[in-house]
Nanobody
Framework: QVQLVESGGGSVQAGGSLRLSCVAS????????MSWYRQAPGKEREVVSL???????RYSDSVKGRFTASRDNAKNTLYLQMNNLKPEDTAMYTC?????????????????WGKGTQVTVSS
């Protein structure tokens, strides 16, 4: 069973940086698209970055140029380097893995979510 555990959140001042990590277990031989989402109080959850199994990454316009997602497939870990943080980046950040392959033990399109890590940016 796939499990995702995020870490690295915290409280920083505007302009600061944080690096989030999402460690996955249970991937087996399947490949996964991995994403970072965030949800601020009173707002809908939004996608921050989406990294395909190939490594290609797309970002939301609100974080483009400030955030960088990367993945270490050997460690089954997804990272999110967040620079020049702004108060509006304050949110719960959650990692999601979506199965990209089908076959024995691989359920194409299945989503798995972590529990999240809180990021708070003060002005």
């Amino acid at each position: 069973q796939v499990q995702l555990v995020e870490s690295g959140g915290g409280s920083v001042q505007a302009g600061g940086s944080l690096r989030l990590s999402c460690v996955a277990s249970g991937f087996g031989s399947c490949t996964y698209q991995m994403s970072w989402y965030r949800q601020a109080p009173g707002k809908e959850r939004e996608v921050v970055s989406l990294t395909e199994g190939s490594g290609r990454t797309r970002y939301s316009d609100s974080v483009k140029g400030r955030f960088t997602a990367s993945r270490d497939n050997a460690k089954n870990t997804l990272y999110l380097q967040m620079n020049n943080l702004k108060p509006e980046d304050t949110a719960m950040y959650t990692c999601k893995a979506t199965t990209e392959t089908s076959g024995p033990g691989c359920h194409y399109g299945m989503d798995y979510w972590g529990k999240g890590t809180q990021v708070t940016v003060s002005s």
